[in-house]
Each structure stands twice: as structure tokens, then as C-alpha cells.
């Protein structure tokens, strides 16, 4: 039996997100259906972790057990053909079999991408999320650098979070100025709450409309409490950049 990963690049905007679902387009079955369609197999791939419906991936990673002996170079190239082209497996690795996607990754990164631009893109509107008032990017940078660290990240959870506890660490966060008037929020930790990154990404928004200082970012943290956090945004703008092991 072989265990096999895989580096995933999709564009979520036309699925229901990764998780398996009856009646619903999803990552996950798209792919298993591919697989099946190469070995002849019934696989169960597992993902780094779930993303929500219209969640991009730069570098999503799942692995699956096959009794294939199909060359592991070969694996993208054969799965890619009977997928949209929506989804790309980028890379197929070889791996031991104690290897698990999910509960063997270490740390991931996730970009949240904002267009700060008077006008909304006609082109990347489903890559990005549109926001027309000037945002000051100084503060977002000032306000980031609070949600480092190991913290009770409980006033950035949705409601519906399975997770037991809502500690997680951020090793790192930054606010990236970019050309053409894009903002970058990459955020990188051990783990991340149900729509963690997309309310940060928003409480950063609120600190770049001065409606929230900087240093408040200390307080909601301590808190706890959801409404004091901003709202979330919409799943357009994020992307699960990559996964380490």
C-alpha cells in the first residue's frame, strides 16, 4: 500500500467548498472521483484541512492509500486530466505511511487579498475583495504585530467552530502594501478557527478605517467576545497559501 501526497492549487469559486457532500460540487470529491477513475480505487483523501465554499488554494495538501503502481510522476498528470480546470494537482510525493495531511502539519500560511481601489476589478472579483474607502495601512501594520503569539483566539471564531479550544499561536502576521493599490494580510500559525482569518482580516479593515485603534486589538483578544472583533469577510479574498510538515 502506498501512501501518496498531494499539493493542490484550486480556484474555490465554483465549488462548495473542499468537504465531501452529497448533490454539491466540492474539492474533495472531484478529486476522489478523479483517482477513481485512474486506479480503479475507492479512496478517502485527507486534507491539510477544510476550506470554505469559494476559498481559493495556492497549496492545499492531502494524501490517499493506494495499491496503484502507477509512477508517482505520472499521478498529476493522470488525476489533472479528468479534473475542471479549476483544480491542479501540482505535485504528487511518495511519502511514509504514517503520514497524515491533517494531523502531520506543523504550520500554515493564509493570504487574505484586498483590492483598495476606488473601482472593483471586473476580472479578479472572484480573486479578491473590494474595499473603495482608503484604508490607513500603516495602522493595519501596527495592528497585526497583536495577533502574534499564543493567544484565546475566541472573539475570532464563527459560531459553529467544533474546535474544543480556541488557543491557537501566531508565529507570524504581516500587512503587505502591493502595487496597484492591493493590500496582502498573510498570517501564519499552528492552526486556525472557522473563519479565523476572514474575521481578523476584518478587524484589520476596521483598524484601516480608524474605527478601531491599533492597541484595541490587545483588549478584543483579552475579551473574548465576538462583537467586539470586526466583521467577517467575504471567502473571495482568501487563499490557503501553503501547509509545512
Avoid at 470554505?52 to 488525476?79: C, M, R, Y
Avoid at 493570504?111 to 473603495?132: G, M, Q
Wanted: glycine letters at 6%; aromatic letters at 8%; a positive charge.
Amino acid at each position: 500500500m502506498r501512501n501518496i501526497k498531494l499539493t493542490i492549487e484550486y480556484d474555490g469559486k465554483d465549488f462548495n467548498g473542499w468537504q465531501k457532500q452529497p448533490d454539491k460540487l466540492n474539492i474533495q470529491g472531484s478529486i476522489e472521483n478523479a483517482i477513481k477513475q485512474i486506479t480503479g480505487e475507492e479512496v478517502e483523501l485527507y486534507a491539510s484541512g477544510r476550506t470554505d465554499a469559494g476559498v481559493h488554494s495556492w497549496g492545499q495538501v492531502a494524501n490517499f492509500k493506494t495499491e496503484s503502481n502507477l509512477p508517482i510522476e505520472k499521478f498529476p498528470i493522470a488525476i489533472n486530466t479528468k479534473l475542471k480546470k479549476s483544480i491542479r494537482i501540482i505535485k504528487a510525493e511518495e511519502v511514509d505511511e504514517r503520514f497524515h495531511s491533517r494531523l502531520s502539519c506543523k504550520r500554515k500560511t493564509y493570504r487574505y487579498v484586498i483590492n483598495n481601489s476606488e473601482f472593483a476589478s471586473a476580472i479578479y472579483r472572484n480573486l479578491e475583495t473590494h474595499i473603495p474607502q482608503k484604508l490607513n495601512i500603516e495602522k493595519m501594520k501596527e495592528a497585526v504585530k497583536y495577533f502574534e503569539g499564543e493567544h484565546d483566539f475566541k472573539a475570532f471564531k464563527a459560531s459553529g467552530t467544533s474546535s474544543k479550544s480556541s488557543v491557537r499561536t501566531i508565529y507570524k502576521a504581516e500587512v503587505k502594501e502591493m502595487p496597484n493599490n492591493r493590500i496582502y494580510i498573510e498570517l501564519t500559525g499552528n492552526g486556525f478557527l472557522y473563519n479565523m482569518v476572514r474575521i481578523i482580516a476584518g478587524t484589520l479593515v476596521d483598524v484601516g478605517l480608524e474605527k478601531t485603534k491599533p492597541e484595541d486589538i490587545q483588549n478584543i483578544i483579552k475579551q473574548g467576545k465576538r462583537d467586539l472583533a470586526g466583521k467577517t469577510l467575504p471567502p473571495n479574498g482568501l487563499y490557503l497559501l501553503n501547509v509545512e510538515y
